[in-house]
């Protein structure tokens, strides 16, 4: 549980710097919902690098969200790095 609180600490400061990041969600769990730019596109993206999120844009109060469940630390750096990518 601790891991995961703290990946779960890390992985929204880094989300945060991130401009295609538009909000992110208060969470309690094991996974962040963020409000981006283009979930669509983005989502797209990610699944052709081979990192699955959840895509929640077509979900009534969720639209142009991705939902992120926290992974290991180097699951989360793919994904951080990917995202990073694509500003």
Do not use: H, W
Request: glycine share 4%.
């Amino acid at each position: 549980v601790k891991a995961l609180l703290l990946e779960r600490s890390k992985l929204i400061t880094e989300l945060e710097t991130l401009s295609l990041v538009k909000r992110i969600y208060p969470t309690d769990a094991n996974f962040v919902l963020v409000k981006v730019d283009d979930a669509n596109a983005i989502y797209k993206q990610l699944v052709e690098k081979g990192i699955i999120v959840r895509n929640r844009n077509n979900v009534t109060l969720c639209e142009g969200c991705l939902r992120i469940t926290i992974g290991t630390p180097s699951e989360n750096k793919q994904l951080l790095t990917a995202l990073q990518q694509m500003v």
